[in-house]
């Protein structure tokens, strides 16, 4: 075990890696980091078919130039698509995220006219309510709000799945104070907690990621067809910080950015070693727009 530690400690120091991590980290943390093999190797745990299909659907979008998104880029137009997943199995589908109502895309738009998309909200909530369960990249207005402020809550928060830290969030510090619930109303939901990994359904693997918000996770969802996806939330808002390895650069958001560089330098790795791997950002229209052409992702909720 010591002459263990001893290999690694010296492994990590000839990669520079010790020096570089303790010099990022805000003391009392320690770096974040994820391995993809026990990641697979959990996301086997629960017997069943896996799913056979992943869509997106857009029903919003802030218009935001680059720079805000990529750090050095340079203040060109850029759309941020306002989405939620629909990952499908034989017998139901799961959402992954919620989205939001227009009051709060209002909100979030910090005064500017974007496009809302009332059809495609309509759909969200549909795709809500048939859902088996329903789970949460991060707790952010524009992911939780359909499970918070929703004329269907008693019949969507018992399948609506939080983590324990989305919700100390949502009770503590919200990001608007509409999004603020008491201990009492949380346990309406179905709250959950774990350490690094959780098998959640056949092939699905979370994987705890605080940084962008305390509560993010990133969701490794194996396909039947024996492609792999990973749903990285807002780790990066467009994929350009992952080949780029350069965060958000956004003043209204606040970050643990160690935590956040950490995730976009393995993200980057994984980019270029794991080619069955589709990494996918919520708010990454261009890459959306791409994933749908080459029919990786379904362009509409089923
Ligand atoms: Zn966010
Ligand atoms: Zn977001």
Known sequence: ????????????????????????????????????????????????????????????????????????????????????????????????DAGMDEPMHKQIGRGAEEPYFADQARQVDKALRGAR????????????????????????????????AQVRTLETTPQFPDLRITEEQAQRYHIIDYDRYMAFAPGWTLIKAAGHTPGSQMMFIALDSGRDYLLIGDAAWHMDSVRKVSGKDAPWIVEDTAAVGDQLKWLNALSKTESNLV????????????????????????
Do not use: C
Request: charged share 20%.
């Open 1 to 96: 075990m010591k002459r263990a530690a001893i290999f690694l400690s010296v492994g990590l120091l000839s990669l520079g890696l010790v020096s570089r991590a303790q010099q990022a980290q805000p003391a009392g943390s320690s770096p974040w980091s994820a391995d993809i093999t026990a990641i697979r190797r959990t996301a086997a745990l629960i017997p069943g078919r896996k799913a056979s299909r992943i869509n997106v659907l857009k029903f919003a979008e802030s218009h935001r130039t680059k720079n805000f998104s990529v750090k050095g880029e340079p203040a060109s137009p850029s759309v941020q698509a306002r989405t939620v997943f629909q990952v499908v199995y034989p017998d139901g589908y799961v959402m992954v």
């Open 133 to 164: 369960a329903i789970i949460f990249t991060h707790e952010h207005g524009d992911h939780v709000t359909g499970v918070i402020r929703t004329p269907y809550l008693a019949e969507l928060a018992p399948k609506t799945i939080l983590t324990r």
């Open 279 to 302: 990494i996918v950002a919520s708010h990454d229209d261009d890459e959306h727009k791409d994933l749908v052409a080459r029919k990786l992702l379904g362009g509409k909720l089923e």
